[in-house]
């Protein structure tokens, strides 16, 4: 996934070294990472099955293989935006909650495709996803704060997948 300064949404390895100490969250500008892979899935088991399209109010998660973790959310101050709530890495294969469902939201399009901008709401904040402009400090230095925003509407909340693997719709 990739915000519209072209930051990629990443999983660099290392915890929030305040608020939940869960894995940190971040936008990277370099593609190609492998923590930077996403896989979305449905919100519960067998809720999305390969090739199903993905339709605007879906309720998705999405899973980083390399980290093991879901993307996560929670009621839990950003790191450096503290008026907005962290983004982060929880979890593993076997383990997902509710701070893990993300609600997609489309514009102008009936199924998120590559290259088709996207909104993902947090089912239970209802905050938005959002790539600040603001970066870290070693030991992620230069890696821009994800974070989850309220207000609605906002540019930095539009993502767009760009490379992976996509598996063609299947046939009803």
Known sequence: LVAPNGARLH??????GGGSGQQAVTGLMTPG??????TVVGAT?????????VRDQDEVRLFNAKADHWLHSHSIPAPMTQSALEVSGHGSRAESDGGDVWVVELVGVKEWKQKVGVRLKHKATGAYMSCSTRKFSPPVGGQFEIYG??????????????????FPPQEA
């Open 45 to 53: 088991d067998g809720g999305c099955p390969r090739g199903a399209p």
């Open 11 to 16: 999983s660099p390895g290392v915890s929030y």
């Open 33 to 38: 990472e492998a923590a930077g892979y996403w």
């Open 149 to 166: 925003k309220r207000v609605h509407r906002d540019a930095a909340q539009r993502w767009t997948v760009v490379e992976g693997v996509f």
